[in-house]
T-cell receptor, first 116, second 113 residues
Framework: AQTVTQSQPEMSVQEAETVTLSCTYD???????LFWYKQPPSRQMILVIR??????QNATENRFSVNFQKAAKSFSLKISDSQLGDAAMYFC?????????????FGKGTKLSVKP | KAGVTQTPRYLIKTRGQQVTLSCSPI?????VSWYQQTPGQGLQFLFE???????NKGNFPGRFSGRQFSNSRSEMNVSTLELGDSALYLC????????????FGSGTRLTVV
């Protein structure tokens, strides 16, 4: 069974600095999607960034970028120029697209605090 | 474009009762999936519906059920509520193709007393 591990329960970053959140996963599939979601206190899960496994190029979305290492099964999220609004729970999620439909497998999450 | 709408936002129920939660997906999305979020277990997959058919189910007891209507709106039902069913229930709708991904609603916070 696929698993997703986030080894950092909590992280802290100074405003305007850079922070990296770690995620590793385990799968025997070759084609899949990986996601980072942000969940602020408002509860809504917000998609931060998406990576397709067959694409070697790392995904970027403005201040957010990933370091996708397929062989190592690692998918870390880098947040540059951190802002107070980035404070939230961050979840890494795996989806084997077309295999287990709709079944996103989530890590336990990393709580990110941003200090002014 | 309207997002995923979940109703109600909050519910308080008594043990033994049943509850129905509703989810309206983004227009054009045919897949709706449900998740339970608790502090102890994290986010766990409940089930997924596509064009009114359940395609996938997580490891939950039969007290948890769902359905999807022809307009893609989905409901989930929990019968004989237990204290441990207290959780945030999230639904997500997904698109296929180039914009593949999941969009979540704000969730329903269920408290069982």
């Amino acid at each position: 069974a696929q698993t997703v591990t986030q080894s950092q329960p909590e992280m802290s970053v100074q405003e305007a600095e850079t922070v990296t959140l770690s995620c590793t996963y385990d799968t025997s599939e070759s084609d899949y999607y990986l996601f980072w979601y942000k969940q602020p206190p408002s509860r809504q899960m917000i998609l931060v960034i998406r990576q397709e496994a067959y694409k070697q190029q790392n995904a970027t979305e403005n201040r957010f970028s990933v370091n996708f290492q397929k062989a190592a099964k690692s998918f870390s999220l880098k947040i540059s120029d951190s802002q107070l609004g980035d404070a939230a729970m961050y979840f890494c999620a795996y989806d084997d697209y077309g295999g287990s439909q709709g079944n996103l497998i989530f890590g336990k999450g990393t709580k990110l605090s941003v200090k002014p | 474009k309207a997002g995923v709408t979940q109703t109600p936002r909050y519910l308080i129920k008594t043990r033994g009762q049943q509850v129905t939660l509703s989810c309206s997906p983004i227009s054009g999305h045919r897949s709706v999936s449900w998740y339970q979020q608790t502090p102890g277990q994290g986010l766990q997959f409940l089930f997924e519906y596509f064009s009114e058919t359940q395609r996938n189910k997580g490891n939950f007891p039969g007290r948890f059920s769902g359905r999807q209507f022809s307009n893609s709106r989905s409901e989930m039902n929990v019968s004989t509520l237990e204290l441990g069913d207290s959780a945030l229930y999230l639904c997500a709708s997904s698109s296929e193709g180039a914009n593949y991904g999941y969009t979540f609603g704000s969730g329903t916070r269920l408290t069982v007393v």
